[in-house]
T-cell receptor, first 114, second 109 residues
């Protein structure tokens, strides 16, 4: 069974640009969540989608947005990039929902903003 | 106050040592806790989970929850160089997971 796939793995952008990251969950998993990981803050929750509906959103500005498609694939977008957006963005999927189920993570998309 | 707080480390131990990794949590109603392990350049993977209080053992790993002090611990016996990774404690609630900042562990051969 294929794991969670994230693309691209690495990318470099400049301030003010926008970026779109993609996540393909494990087949059959309907819940997809996104986390930002930085050395100082650790993993911080961005948002969670289940059956194309955003069920929860973390404390991030509106420049961070996401969506989920009918095949459970998900994208997140960051507009007007800032230097502080440099981070590893992790996508995770689960079959049982976020309250009790195990999260299966992808390897992440490492974003560098110059 | 963050929901889950973790000793930042880094921690460096010789091979064969017993390792203790610790977290504290803020809400006494929390009952479900997880430990994730993250190797360099990889995403986190579930190592162990515990429910309520007490100990749970899996091979060389033991997870412990002390509800009276709101303390979560992970013990690694006979540590191996392959245990070198970042360990994250986590708690799920309201359709999201709350993670500690992670403790980086290096086991020296």
């Amino acid at each position: 069974k294929a794991g969670v796939t994230q693309t691209p793995r690495y990318l470099i952008k400049t301030r003010g640009q926008q970026v779109t990251l993609s996540c393909s969950p494990i087949s059959g998993h309907r819940s997809v969540s996104w986390y930002q990981q930085t050395p100082g803050q650790g993993l911080q929750f961005l948002f969670e989608y289940f059956s194309e509906t955003q069920r929860n959103k973390g404390n991030f500005p509106g420049r961070f947005s996401g969506r989920q498609f009918s095949n459970s694939r998900s994208e997140m977008n960051v507009s007007t990039l800032e230097l502080g957006d440099s981070a590893l963005y992790l996508c995770a999927s689960t079959s049982r929902g976020q309250n009790t189920g195990e999260l299966f993570f992808g390897e992440g998309s490492r974003l560098t903003v110059l | 106050q963050k929901e889950v707080e973790q000793d930042p480390g880094p921690l460096s131990v010789p091979e064969g040592a017993i390792v203790s990794l610790n977290c504290t949590y803020s809400n006494s109603a929390f009952q479900y806790f997880m430990w994730y392990r993250q190797y360099s350049r990889k995403g986190p993977e579930l190592l162990m989970y515990t429910y309520s209080s007490g100990n749970k053992e899996d091979g060389r790993f033991t997870a412990q929850v002390d509800k009276s002090s709101k303390y979560i611990s992970l013990f690694i016996r006979d540590s191996q160089p392959s245990d070198s990774a970042t360990y994250l404690c986590a708690h799920p609630r309201s359709n999201q997971f709350y993670f500690g900042t992670g403790t980086s562990l290096t086991v020296i051969p």
